[in-house]
């Protein structure tokens, strides 16, 4: 995997220009009022946006929960908690007082805290595929053009480079683990993680660069291992 201007979705500790704050395209300004646009007709009782709306927001929450959990039936369970508590709480939900990704970002981190304090351990999920399978991960049509029997190894090498990267994720503590995923999974600047943590911006990113490095050090132990 590159260790320069990483893809979304990987945890390798991205390039120093990946550091900055990013500011939002117009296109995510665009998603960003589509999106605000799709709240506000679920508050005013939309049951066909309600719809639309955990379709759109689903694999995101499942993928927190799993990179949190590693396992893909607590992730499960824990993605439809969200919802439900969603479900019951959008009315008190304010768009002029924040976003609604740091919002529901909240929702799942508190149901995760939980979670945590009641397992006080985290469980290891046999199925990987569970995560990413999906478009992000599909072949583009230079992979089909290409000799298969590079591809295959291609898609090899990638399944087992996450394997271990998930195998070190759930070896980090949580505060550490929830930090990194935040950032390099959700690229989520540090204010909203700030106000999703609430912990000070400083210790926000002292734990993400903790985090990294212990996230570091943990792969190339496995690597050493394999």
Known sequence: MPLTTPPRGTLVPPSKSFEATLERTPEQEAAQEALAKLVRQCIAGDSQAWQQLVVSQHRRIYSICYRFTGSSTDAEDLTQDVFLKLFKNLSSFDLQKGSFQTWITTLARNLLVDHFRRTRLDRASDSLDATFDGEEDGPTMADRLADPRESQEK????????????????????????????????????????????????????????????????????????
């Open 155 to 226: 898609h090899v090498a990638s399944l087992q480079l996450k394997a271990r990267i998930q195998d070190a994720l759930k070896q980090l503590s949580p505060e550490l683990r929830e930090a990194v995923i935040l950032r390099d999974l959700e690229d989520m600047d540090y204010k909203d993680i700030a106000q999703v943590l609430r912990i000070p911006e400083g210790t926000v990113k002292s734990r993400i660069s903790r985090g990294r490095g212990e996230l570091a050090r943990l792969l190339q132990r496995i690597e050493k291992q394999v």
